[in-house]
């Protein structure tokens, strides 16, 4: 079966407008997160936010990010998904920068993703987008100018995204999973506040359970 992304754009909006602190009881499974089935514990970097560039909510949560890892005192990866050409296209073009992010500071490192993402949504087709601009002006190697070793770290990249994307079942983007073992659900939450605390408990889990 075609994997379906269904974007929750009127969740991103509410937690766009709601950002106060709002008292919050603990977190409860089957409604603030869910278990994975098949986890990759093993596999997990903590706190990761499936993404895709051709995602406007994801643009839009993105912009959320710092304030939603302070809150939970986590740091928060990125993973872009991979289900189909598209989203493969996708996650080639932000995996040929990511894999040289070290060139940049951390603000340098927002704005090229905004950029990037800018670019991306404003294409009709993702054969369109044209990148190699921008990764100049950034000083990135242009995808097309990459050594073996370096298309090599891009494509163990893919690899990984597309196994997870699939083996969590990634049905809606963005999505963030803890540990490798817990999905939070985002339409319950009513503030950054609330998804900051989840995102928290969820993390610590580990350090309370034998």
Request: aromatic residues 10%; positive net charge.
């Amino acid at each position: 079966m075609k994997r379906v992304c269904s974007i929750l754009k009127s969740m991103f909006i509410a937690l766009l407008l709601s950002q106060n602190t709002i008292a919050y009881a603990e977190a409860i499974e089957g409604k603030h997160y869910d278990k994975i089935k098949d986890d990759f514990y093993e596999e997990s970097l903590g706190v990761e936010k499936f993404f895709s560039l051709t995602c406007g909510p994801c643009w839009k949560v993105s912009t959320m990010l710092p304030s939603i890892s302070k809150q939970s005192q986590q740091t928060i990866h990125k993973t872009h998904v991979v289900f189909d050409k598209v989203t493969r296209a996708a996650a080639t073009l932000y995996y040929s920068a990511e894999i040289q992010f070290e060139k940049l500071n951390p603000k340098a490192k927002s704005k090229f993703t905004n950029e990037l993402f800018m670019l991306v949504q404003k294409s009709r087709k993702i054969e369109d987008v044209s990148v190699t601009g921008l990764f100049r002006r950034y000083q990135l190697t242009p995808i097309s100018q990459l050594t073996k070793e370096q298309q090599a770290q891009v494509n163990t990249q893919l690899a990984r995204s597309e196994k997870l994307t699939a083996q969590a079942e990634i049905m809606q983007i963005p999505s963030i999973i803890i540990n490798g073992k817990y999905q939070v659900n985002m339409r319950p939450h009513k503030s950054i506040a609330e998804l900051s605390e989840t995102i928290k408990y969820l993390a610590e889990l580990k350090y309370s359970m034998s």
